[in-house]
């Protein structure tokens, strides 16, 4: 038995080594930059996070150092990987897209993973100086242990959250026949991240019942969870390393707009919303928008994509979310269906209204509807 556990304890060092070493060399890739340097940020995360529990399960208490390194520097760092996982997608997708200040809301629960390391400073340097004595020791640290329980529920819930936002990303994207392989992927890379989810809440189900808990920790401890974690580092690295060798789209050089052509392009466009409405023509087109305002392609491309933040579809179904909202419980529209006043608001599809108000709202058209009548 121990043997094989020692076997396990260098499969979690070999592949938190690899991880490490395959996120500075995706990292430093030319090709698909922004895509790349987000995948190694992920796969840096989980390395750090393997390399943790290594030390849990092989260091010994005599050795102090890897104790106290392991206690104050933030090795598990899991909040993030959720929200990794979802802009790697949207990258690899819309390579024009650019992560901007307001996407830092997404990252900002990693303070969760802080919380404990703060505590085991907090404990070793008011030891030090006299303010904490010995025995609250027992204290500190039975603090530290039930609040490295519980996060994982926060943890586990972020990571399949932001899975299920990345398949949402992915049933809107329009596929076309030159990028199929890269979507394999990229599906590939979401179902990989969904199975572990699975494996993780499973264990998870186990570890929270206070009855069963030490019991599991006992007969498999955290190798349920870090292993399949070691297949992933592998595999993410290599496929990532596949893909950046072999770019699956020829991208030409965006300009570099000033920042009175971004305010000017941006306003351009929300007057062609609010204003003029170009929204509610059902066939409404990148090249409509154009001729419009009167703004190159290209430019009004680039303001979507790396200052919005948002392609040209889904900036225009805001405002015929938006509009339809405000009608559906206008009284001059009670005798319209859901679908009509829809399509009034420039929709020309059904399924496609019913995706995309969820996908923006969170709820259906009638759970909507329900909810405001109700108010």
Same mark, same amino acid.
């Not at 340097?125 to 039930?146: P, Q, T």
């Not at 590939?188 to 189900?205: E, M, Y």
């Given at each position: 038995?121990?043997?094989?556990?020692?076997?396990?304890?260098?499969?979690?060092?070999?592949?938190?080594?690899?991880?490490?070493?395959?996120?500075?060399?995706?990292?430093?890739?030319?090709?698909?930059?922004?895509?790349?340097?987000?995948?190694?940020?992920?796969?840096?995360?989980?390395?750090?996070?393997?390399?943790?529990?290594?030390?849990?399960?092989?260091?010994?208490?005599?050795?102090?150092?890897?104790?106290?390194?392991?206690?104050?520097?933030?090795?598990?760092?899991?909040?993030?990987?959720?929200?990794?996982?979802?802009?790697?997608?949207?990258?690899?997708?819309?390579?024009?897209?650019?992560?901007?200040?307001?996407?830092?809301?997404?990252?900002?629960?990693?303070?969760?993973?802080?919380?404990?390391?703060?505590?085991?400073?907090?404990?070793?340097?008011?030891?030090?100086?006299?303010?904490?004595?010995?025995?609250?020791?027992?204290?500190?640290?039975?603090?530290?242990?039930?609040?490295?329980?519980?996060?994982?529920?926060?943890?586990?819930?972020?990571?399949?959250?932001?899975?299920?936002?990345?398949?949402? *990303?992915?049933? +809107?994207?329009? /596929? =076309?026949?030159?990028?199929?392989?890269?979507?394999?992927? @990229?599906? #590939?890379? %979401? !179902?990989?991240?969904?199975?572990?989810?699975?494996?993780?809440?499973?264990?998870?189900?186990?570890?929270?019942?206070?009855?069963?808990?030490?019991?599991?920790?006992?007969?498999?401890?955290?190798?349920?969870?870090?292993?399949?974690?070691?297949?992933?580092?592998?595999?993410?690295?290599?496929?990532?390393?596949?893909?950046?060798?072999?770019?699956?789209?020829?991208?030409?050089?965006?300009?570099?707009?000033?920042?009175?052509?971004?305010?000017?392009?941006?306003?351009?466009?929300?007057?062609?919303?609010?204003?003029?409405? *170009?929204?509610? +023509?059902?066939? /409404? =087109?990148?090249?409509?928008?154009?001729?419009?305002?009167? @703004?190159? #392609?290209? %430019? !009004?491309?680039?303001?979507?994509?790396?200052?919005?933040?948002?392609?040209?579809?889904?900036?225009?179904?805001?405002?015929?979310?938006?509009?339809?909202?405000?009608?559906?419980?206008?009284?001059?529209?009670?005798?319209?269906?859901?679908?009509?006043?829809?399509?009034?608001?420039?929709?020309?599809?059904?399924?496609?209204?019913?995706?995309?108000?969820?996908?923006?709202?969170?709820?259906?058209?009638?759970?909507?509807?329900?909810?405001?009548?109700?108010?």
């Amino acid at each position: 038995m121990q043997s094989l556990i020692d076997f396990l304890n260098i499969l979690i060092l070999l592949g938190a080594i690899q991880g490490l070493i395959t996120s500075i060399l995706l990292f430093n890739f030319k090709s698909n930059k922004k895509a790349n340097r987000i995948l190694s940020f992920l796969i840096l995360l989980v390395s750090l996070s393997c390399f943790n529990i290594y030390i849990l399960e092989t260091i010994t208490t005599t050795a102090t150092f890897w104790l106290v390194l392991e206690a104050i520097f933030p090795l598990v760092v899991i909040m993030p990987i959720g929200p990794l996982v979802y802009f790697y997608i949207k990258t690899s997708l819309y390579p024009d897209f650019k992560l901007t200040r307001k996407n830092n809301v997404h990252f900002y629960t990693a303070v969760l993973d802080l919380v404990p390391y703060v505590a085991a400073v907090i404990f070793i340097v008011g030891g030090f100086l006299g303010f904490i004595n010995a025995d609250s020791n027992v204290k500190w640290g039975n603090f530290i242990d039930v609040y490295t329980m519980y996060v994982d529920i926060p943890r586990w819930i972020s990571l399949v959250i932001y899975v299920w936002f990345s398949f949402k *990303l992915m049933s +809107n994207y329009p /596929l =076309k026949a030159k990028n199929k392989a890269h979507m394999k992927w @990229v599906k #590939q890379f %979401t !179902i990989g991240f969904l199975i572990f989810a699975f494996i993780w809440g499973v264990h998870l189900v186990f570890y929270l019942i206070p009855s069963l808990s030490q019991s599991v920790l006992n007969r498999v401890g955290w190798y349920p969870i870090y292993i399949p974690l070691i297949g992933l580092i592998y595999w993410l690295g290599i496929n990532g390393i596949i893909i950046s060798l072999k770019p699956y789209y020829k991208s030409s050089k965006t300009p570099d707009l000033s920042e009175t052509i971004v305010k000017t392009t941006t306003l351009a466009l929300q007057q062609a919303m609010i204003k003029d409405q *170009l929204f509610l +023509n059902a066939s /409404l =087109k990148l090249d409509d928008v154009v001729k419009h305002i009167e @703004v190159p #392609q290209k %430019t !009004i491309s680039t303001v979507l994509n790396q200052h919005i933040g948002k392609t040209f579809n889904e900036f225009i179904n805001e405002y015929r979310i938006a509009t339809f909202k405000k009608r559906l419980l206008d009284n001059d529209t009670n005798n319209l269906t859901i679908t009509g006043i829809a399509f009034e608001c420039g929709f020309n599809s059904q399924a496609t209204f019913q995706r995309t108000f969820k996908t923006i709202t969170g709820v259906s058209p009638k759970e909507f509807q329900k909810k405001h009548i109700k108010s």
